[in-house]
Nanobody
Framework: QVQLVESGGGLVQLGGSLRLSCAASGRTFSNYAMAWFRQAPGKEREFVAAISWSGDSRTNYADSVKGRFTISRDNAKNTVYLQMNSLKPEDTAVYYC????????????????????WGQGTQVTVSS
């Protein structure tokens, strides 16, 4: 069972930036797609961004963050990142890292059900 630990959250002003990190345990990190989701108070958890396993270089973003957020991975460090720029108050949420349960998936998806390992979350608060 993989363990995922997020870090990097905090309080930032409108227009500011943060970089979230997610460290994964295990030796097979590079064979799995990774994603970030977020959950605001009173709302369902929603997809933010995903990155494919290391065989190709695909990424996928929610429309609400396209052009502002960038997902990346460092397989040598077993870590996935989420660089968040031009932050808005509506980006306020708990951000979760997740691993796709499929080995080397051919399709990169934001569908929550395929992600079977989750971190504990890190709070991001954007003030206006």
């Amino acid at each position: 069972q993989v363990q995922l630990v997020e870090s990097g959250g905090g309080l930032v002003q409108l227009g500011g930036s943060l970089r979230l990190s997610c460290a994964a345990s295990g030796r097979t990190f590079s064979n799995y797609a990774m994603a970030w989701f977020r959950q605001a108070p009173g709302k369902e958890r929603e997809f933010v961004a995903a990155i494919s396993w290391s065989g190709d270089s695909r990424t996928n973003y929610a429309d609400s963050v396209k052009g502002r957020f960038t997902i990346s991975r460092d397989n040598a460090k077993n870590t996935v990142y989420l660089q968040m720029n031009s932050l808005k108050p509506e980006d306020t949420a708990v951000y979760y890292c997740a691993r796709d349960g499929r080995f080397r998936p051919g399709i990169l998806t934001g569908t929550r059900v395929v992600y079977d390992s989750w971190g504990q979350g890190t709070q991001v608060t954007v003030s206006s």
